[in-house]
């Protein structure tokens, strides 16, 4: 009898512990599928935050979607904000490797980027960067590979349109005075120089000039047919704003900073006459049309190319995740080789780590982005 109630006591204490807060029992889908996590070195805040934000929207929406929807991984997605600082984004990045033991990383940004590269190959652990537009940035590395807009890629396709298409013959420029700006106008230059246009010497600015009246009248001193625009935050912002203070016609070029609802909303948004580009996106697939539902459920507003380039990031590292099944050297294998079809088109990866994508150019009127003309990625 003593040994039937100890044994009726025991059980007893049993079922309360597993009943206990922080006992619950696993669901047979955490028991057996994977997890699989990612480090997300991203800067979420300070300068450069409105375009990280955006990508990670994207991001959240498809790991989220695959915990809740899929039998077969879980993605535990850990996201760091490194606030543009590359100190910050080493620490973050050793925490990563060291202590969260990470599947992969995503991170972004130029200076994040070189910053952390380099102790990312040493340990062996696949990377993937975007919001950078230097070429072949991950091209030294073994486990590093590049998903974003090329300056020269789509540099050249707004050379080509402006020349063709628009049927323009003289431009000059306004850039910021970094890599990105000096790429710009350099495969701008010559690709419109090839063509048979000519490029009158243009002006840079720092992005902590606010007033940069003088530069313009500079500029516009040599009456171009147009004017290459360029920069980030404010500073772009007061370009194209203090440009049309002084011609509220004259057509303004541009790349990928351009495109984003702060900027066009601090325009007014009735801008028009600004062309610049997109990657491709497909907005009668059923496959956008599904996702953008989902994403307007959880947002509140459609998606754009920012939040589009997050989506099709997450879908196709989770892919990979899955089919290697975590193996890093496998996975290494599977974005080596990558073609997949996305939201934007066919990601197909080339020889130097680079994600060749289509890509689109549009001009905005009336406070509208409209497409014009679409191009194919060039060839591996």
């Not at 929207?57 to 498809?62: A, Q, Y």
């Not at 120089?193 to 009248?217: Q, W």
């Amino acid at each position: 009898m003593r040994k039937v109630l100890f044994l009726i006591l025991v059980f007893t204490v049993f079922i309360i512990g597993c009943n206990e807060p922080g006992n619950k029992k696993r669901t047979k889908r955490e028991r057996e599928a994977p997890t699989y996590t990612i480090g997300i070195n991203l800067s979420l805040s300070g300068n450069g935050s409105y375009f990280t934000e955006e990508v990670k929207k994207g991001l959240e929406l498809s790991f989220d979607y695959i915990n809740n929807e899929s039998e077969r991984m879980i993605i535990n997605a850990i996201y760091d904000d490194n606030k543009l600082n590359p100190k910050d984004a080493v620490t973050i990045t050793k925490k990563f490797l060291e202590i969260d033991d990470v599947d992969l990383i995503i991170s972004g940004y130029t200076p994040i980027i070189q910053a952390t590269i380099g102790l990312v190959d040493q340990h062996g652990v696949p990377m993937l960067v975007t919001l950078s537009s230097v070429e072949e940035i991950a091209k030294p590395y073994k486990w590093a590979f590049r998903d974003f807009e090329l300056e020269s890629v789509i540099m050249p396709l707004m050379a080509s349109y402006a020349y063709s298409g628009l049927e323009m013959r003289k431009g000059s420029w306004l850039v910021i005075n970094d890599d990105m700006g000096a790429d710009a106008v350099k495969f701008f230059s010559e690709k419109f120089a090839e063509e048979g246009g000519e490029m009158i010497k243009g002006e840079v600015f720092e992005a902590s000039e606010m007033d940069l009246r003088n530069k313009i009248n500079k500029v516009m001193a040599n009456d171009p047919d147009f004017i290459i625009v360029i920069g980030r935050g404010s500073a772009m912002i007061n370009a194209c704003r203090q440009i049309r203070e002084r011609d509220r016609e004259i057509p303004i070029l541009s790349n990928n900073t351009v495109d984003n609802d702060i900027v066009w909303e601090a325009l007014g948004g009735n801008e028009s006459n600004i062309w610049f580009p997109r990657p491709y996106t497909d907005l009668e697939s059923i496959r956008y049309r599904k996702v953008n539902e989902r994403f307007k459920e959880k947002y509140g507003h459609e998606m754009n190319w920012l939040n589009i380039y997050g989506v099709s990031i997450a879908n196709y590292l989770t892919q990979g995740l899955r089919k290697s099944g975590g193996d890093k050297e496998s996975m290494r294998n599977y974005l080596m080789t990558l073609n997949v079809p996305s939201l934007r088109g066919m990601l197909v990866m080339n020889e130097s780590s680079d994600v060749n994508i289509p890509h689109e150019i549009f001009r905005r009127l009336d406070g509208k982005s409209i497409a014009v003309v679409a191009f194919e990625p060039a060839e591996n």
